[in-house]
T-cell receptor, first 111, second 117 residues
Framework: RKEVEQDPGPFNVPEGATVAFNCTYSNSASQSFFWYRQDCRKEPKLLMSVYSSGNEDGRFTAQLNRASQYISLLIRDSKLSDSATYLC????????????FGSGTRLLVRP | GAGVSQSPRYKVAKRGQDVALRCDPISGHVSLFWYQQALGQGPEFLTYFQNEAQLDKSGLPSDRFFAERPEGSVSTLKIQRTQQEDSAVYLCASSLVTLAASYNEQFFGPGTRLTVL
């Protein structure tokens, strides 16, 4: 079983739609959680950190459920420019630096 | 300011050849990381440097992989006797954080796409 699991998609949605991605992680001792965005043939870039209380950044909302070992990302009012792969990322407790990436969920926003 | 740069951007090697991939981190960044990203997968951790010290090489897949950062800035990832399964994008990242600190953002370079024929 992979340490971080995501639905690969693709999620194909119209502009303006709301879309949600989920991710599960296996190590209950994991301490930090992130969503990264990766455009085709580009490097990953940090989208947002995920906090236990949930956090919002504009159209993006991230949630963490430690009991279920589950992370989510909600995108409201999708834009064409949101089309990318969204990587769920976990920082394990035994390391302050190592990142464990999921395989990513691909989002396609159509006009 | 300048981000993380990597060279070459693309490398084609014949099976059995040695390759060297270069990473120039963001100036002043203490920590440097190498990741391997296979097609359709997320990046996988290879190795970590704090300044010139290689503190974690647990992700290197075999002894054919070797990384160095002799002066604590530029790093080179070397792959000896390349195999087809080495074909992947090799990403370098850097951050300000030191081992004792809490997590800090890693900034990624554009990667080197290695194809082994």
């Amino acid at each position: 079983r992979k340490e971080v699991e995501q639905d690969p998609g693709p999620f194909n949605v119209p502009e303006g739609a709301t879309v949600a991605f989920n991710c599960t992680y296996s190590n209950s001792a994991s301490q930090s959680f992130f969503w990264y965005r990766q455009d085709c043939r580009k490097e990953p870039k940090l989208l947002m950190s995920v906090y236990s209380s949930g956090n919002e950044d504009g159209r993006f909302t991230a949630q963490l459920n430690r009991a279920s070992q589950y992370i989510s990302l909600l995108i409201r009012d999708s834009k064409l420019s949101d089309s990318a792969t969204y990587l769920c990322v976990v920082n394990p407790m035994d390391s302050s630096y190592k990142l464990i990436f999921g395989s990513g969920t691909r989002l396609l926003v159509r006009p | 300011g300048a981000g993380v740069s990597q060279s070459p951007r693309y490398k084609v090697a014949k099976r059995g050849q040695d390759v060297a991939l270069r990473c120039d981190p963001i100036s002043g960044h203490v920590s440097l990381f190498w990741y391997q990203q296979a097609l359709g997968q997320g990046p996988e951790f290879l190795t970590y440097f704090q300044n010139e010290a290689q503190l974690d090489k647990s992700g290197l897949p075999s002894d054919r992989f070797f990384a160095e950062r002799p002066e604590g800035s530029v790093s080179t990832l070397k792959i000896q006797r390349t195999q087809q399964e080495d074909s992947a994008v090799y990403l370098c990242a850097s951050s300000l954080v030191t081992l004792a600190a809490s997590y800090n953002e890693q900034f990624f370079g554009p990667g080197t796409r290695l194809t082994v024929l």
